[in-house]
T-cell receptor
């Protein structure tokens, strides 16, 4: 009954490859997010989607392309992976109305070699 | 950029109350104060949030000063499992608003 689930949990790949991370939420929320946590442990927002529409795009290289097939899913596709992409990626969701908090998944640890 | 200031680290004895302070002197009238924590490398966990009244739930209490320029998160009986990085965040009403994380406070609960 996990609320926000991400797959895979770990991803090890070589530079130049293309990879995807999947996220699903079963909370009925209408907004989903991707955050990146680097080696210095700073958590930074990358994207936000509301009802499948992109609403936040925070200066992220266009090698990163989020895709939201429906409001319960927000996937992250990364092209031409670079060493600097190594990080933990967290998906989150919330409800637009009111002061609904964000609920986070447990992260995907991406290692680019 | 984060709009909050927190001490980088704090220690607390197991079983005692942990009081984590946060300054948010530029908070706007429509901004809530949220507290999250991150245990090791798990996903950030929502703890509590409030606008101007004090709030309490099963995890913690949130005390917001009358001028709303600062707040304190209280864990009434800290356990070893409460060791984590605690983030205080201000965020406008409207669930699509992003959370901007600062550096947080590393709380260590000692036996």
């Amino acid at each position: 009954d996990t609320a926000v689930s991400q797959t895979p949990k770990y991803l090890v790949t070589q530079m130049g490859n293309d990879k995807s991370i999947k996220c699903e939420q079963n909370l009925g929320h209408d907004t989903m997010y991707w955050y990146k946590q680097d080696s210095k442990k700073f958590l930074k927002i990358m994207f936000s989607y509301n009802n499948k529409e992109l609403i936040i795009n925070e200066t992220v290289p266009n090698r990163f392309s989020p895709k939201s097939p429906d409001k319960a899913h927000l996937n992250l596709h990364i092209n031409s992976l670079e060493l600097g992409d190594s990080a933990v990626y967290f998906c989150a969701s919330s409800q637009t109305q009111g002061s609904s908090p964000l609920h986070f998944g447990n992260g995907t640890r991406l290692t680019v070699t | 950029d984060a709009k909050t200031t927190q001490p980088p680290s704090m220690d607390c004895a197991e079983g005692r109350a942990a009081n984590l302070p946060c300054n948010h002197s530029t908070i706007s009238g429509n901004e809530y104060v949220y507290w999250y924590r991150q245990i090791h490398s798990q996903g950030p966990q929502y703890i509590i949030h409030g606008l101007k009244n004090n709030e309490t739930n099963e995890m913690a209490s949130l005390i917001i000063t009358e001028d709303r320029k600062s707040s304190t998160l209280i864990l009434p009986h800290a356990t070893l499992r409460d060791t984590a990085v605690y983030y205080c965040i201000v965020r406008a009403q409207g669930g699509s608003e992003k959370l901007v994380f600062g550096k947080g406070t590393k709380l260590t609960v000692n036996p």
